[in-house]
């Protein structure tokens, strides 16, 4: 065995016991962590399998941002706990939970399922693949081709992309019960003096890691969806150490923002129909600036999506029995 | 000797059936997010190993932006589900689908 194939049995097993422990692991906070380490041990992973791009996502989305929204849950959940022990009359008895008659079937299922994956690893197709070449030929002007697949050839699964991730700002808008999307720094967390000092080192840093891979993602892995991430975690961290920089952006900057990405997206679209003879289609000769617009929008968009996601997430001031400041 | 890509794909094999039988039987709802969130890296690592088993040197484009997609529309799936366990949660004091009539810290330990 060499040390390469070594290397990979050591991750995948990695994977399988954390992700056991993710899933079963009784005290949830320990889950939550264990499901970031999850996420990076995805990300090396990722590398493994010569997927670069994949991986800065994983890294900052599913690790990341995931992450922190579950711990992020998990804590609220316990503060409500506390503010609701005493006044709610007990809950009516009612079903309990997983029985045998749901495990068995579950098991069952779960079973056949694993049986038919080990099959198809078994039988995974290794006829070289042609695609990576004609990707390659027809990607001009662009120089990714993951990029390229994104915004030229399958433009319309990032279109819907866009769409979902507004969908879901939305949803939560309806669920919270709020009409606008302000980030009031009254709502904020109690501040921290270590936290602030970091978050004044690190917002800089990240806006600038942010930019470059967007820039990058013209020519190597990178791309909107990560820059978008890691300002957005740019976002989290101001909003979180009650810096005030976040009340300069008006409600209605975050609503145009959060629909930016989806806007440009469906006005790059109709133009498309009505003159350059298909939906997403691009004028001859201007690829690489719509590309670059559409990655910029997209980027914002999601940026400003983590933004409010996380923020629209917590309890305001009304739901969290005086856990606000 | 067994080649990478494979180990990769029975990784996914074992990751996504344990996952969903986390996601059917375990009541707790942020369990059942982060289950889903599992079982998304494990069909994404299937994907990622059928486009590592048919590269003659670069590996296909289409899964990996397929799995970029996947890995976005996964954090809004999730967002949203967290904002409705909230709300359950808030509406219910409960942290199933269930009105248990245990608390919620007995959940958590009869798993």
């Known amino acids: 065995v060499s040390g390469a194939e070594l290397f990979d049995l050591v991750l995948a097993a990695s994977l399988v016991v954390t992700g056991m422990l993710v899933l079963t692991s009784a005290d949830f906070l320990r889950a939550a962590v264990l499901f970031i380490?999850?996420?990076?041990?995805?990300?090396?992973?990722?590398?493994?399998?010569?997927?670069?791009?994949?991986?800065?996502?994983?890294?900052?989305?599913?690790?990341?941002?995931?992450?922190?929204?579950l711990i992020d849950a998990l804590r609220h959940m316990e503060w409500e706990r506390e503010a609701f022990a005493a006044p709610r009359e007990a809950p009516p008895p009612a079903r309990t939970g997983s029985t045998a008659r749901v495990r068995?079937?579950?098991?069952?299922?779960?079973a056949a399922l694993c049986?038919?994956?080990?099959?198809?690893?078994?039988?995974?197709?290794?006829?070289?693949?042609?695609?990576?070449?004609?990707?390659?030929?027809?990607?001009e002007p662009l120089e990714q081709p993951?990029?390229?697949?994104?915004?030229?050839?399958?433009?319309?699964?990032?279109?819907?992309?866009?769409?979902?991730?507004?969908?879901?700002?939305?949803?939560?808008?309806?669920?919270?019960?709020?009409?606008?999307?302000?980030?009031?720094?009254?709502?904020?967390p109690p501040r921290d003096p270590m936290l602030e000092a970091t978050v004044r080192l690190l917002v800089p840093i990240a806006v600038c890691v942010g930019g470059y891979l967007l820039w990058l993602g013209t020519f190597a892995a990178g791309g909107a969806f990560q820059a978008g991430v890691v300002l957005g975690a740019a976002g989290m961290l101001l909003w979180l150490s009650g810096h005030r920089g976040l009340d300069a952006v008006r409600p209605w900057i975050w609503q145009a923002l959060v629909a930016l990405g989806f806007g440009v997206f469906l006005a790059t679209a109709a133009a498309g129909m009505l003159w350059w003879g298909a939906a997403l289609a691009y004028p001859r000769g201007s690829v690489s600036v719509m590309v670059e617009v559409l990655e910029g929008a997209a980027a914002l968009s999601v940026a400003a999506s983590v933004v409010v996601l996380f923020v629209g997430l917590h309890p305001s001031r009304d739901t969290s029995g005086g856990a606000g400041r | 000797v067994i080649a990478q890509h494979q180990i990769f794909a029975f990784t996914a094999a074992l990751l996504v059936p344990l996952a969903l039988y986390v996601l059917l039987t375990v009541p707790h709802l942020l369990r059942k997010i982060v289950a889903l969130n599992v079982m998304a890296s494990g069909v994404f690592l299937l994907l990622v190993s059928v486009a590592r088993a048919r590269a003659a040197g670069e590996p296909d484009p289409v899964p990996h932006a397929m799995v970029l997609?996947?890995?976005?529309?996964?954090?809004?799936?999730?967002?949203?589900?967290?904002?409705?366990?909230?709300?359950?949660?808030?509406?219910?004091?409960?942290?199933?689908?269930?009105q248990a009539e245990h608390e919620p810290q007995d959940e958590e330990t009869r798993e």
């Not at chain 1, 979902?164 to 009409?179: D, F, K, S, T, Y």
């Not at chain 2, 954090?75 to 689908?97: K, N």
């Open chain 1, 104 to 110: 068995v079937p579950a098991g069952a299922a779960a």
């Open chain 1, 37 to 69: 380490a999850f996420g990076l041990l995805m990300a090396l992973a990722w590398m493994r399998l010569l997927a670069p791009d994949v991986a800065l996502a994983e890294a900052a989305i599913g690790a990341g941002v995931t992450g922190v929204l």
């Open chain 1, 115 to 139: 049986g038919a994956m080990v099959a198809a690893a078994w039988h995974l197709p290794s006829t070289p693949s042609d695609m990576p070449t004609r990707v390659r030929m027809q990607m």
């Open chain 2, 69 to 98: 997609t996947g890995i976005v529309v996964g954090l809004s799936v999730s967002a949203l589900a967290m904002v409705l366990a909230r709300r359950i949660y808030r509406e219910t004091g409960d942290t199933t689908f269930y």
């Open chain 1, 146 to 188: 993951v990029t390229a697949v994104l915004l030229l050839f399958r433009s319309f699964d990032t279109l819907l992309e866009l769409g979902i991730l507004l969908l879901a700002v939305l949803g939560m808008l309806v669920v919270r019960g709020r009409r606008g999307l302000g980030t009031s720094v009254a709502l904020s």
